[in-house]
């Protein structure tokens, strides 16, 4: 996904769509690392673990709920332990400056 993200030009588009089954965030996953659990119908309800230390996430309207509380759960685990080497990036759309204030975006997820 990230590759072809990088080979767009200004002006092209892209389709989205998603989460379509579980998300989980497991902290500690070692390494300084994050791991997230995917679970749905390709996977036979079996988590499919997958680590990383780099994640990006897009969401748009109620869909920022997930995403915060992920972001949340990174925070509390980063808490514990400052030297994990985890960078999140979220893109979500908002209308106006003044709805980041009155989210506590700027505050902290």
């Not at 980063?78 to 030297?83: F, N």
């Not at 985890?86 to 003044?98: D, G, R």
Request: charged letters at 20%; a positive charge.
């Amino acid at each position: 996904m990230s590759q072809y993200m990088e080979g767009l030009k200004l002006g092209d588009t892209m389709d989205f769509r998603g989460p379509t089954g579980m998300i989980e965030y497991k902290a500690g996953a070692g390494n300084g690392r994050g791991a997230l659990g995917l679970a749905g119908h390709w996977v036979a309800n079996k988590f499919d673990i997958r680590k990383f230390n780099k994640l990006g996430m897009i969401a748009g309207g109620t869909g920022i709920t997930p995403m915060l509380q992920v972001m949340r759960a990174i925070k509390k685990d980063w808490l514990k332990d400052p030297t994990r080497k985890l960078l999140v990036h979220c893109c979500y759309p908002l209308t106006s400056p003044l709805k980041v204030l009155k989210n506590g975006f700027l505050s902290g997820a």
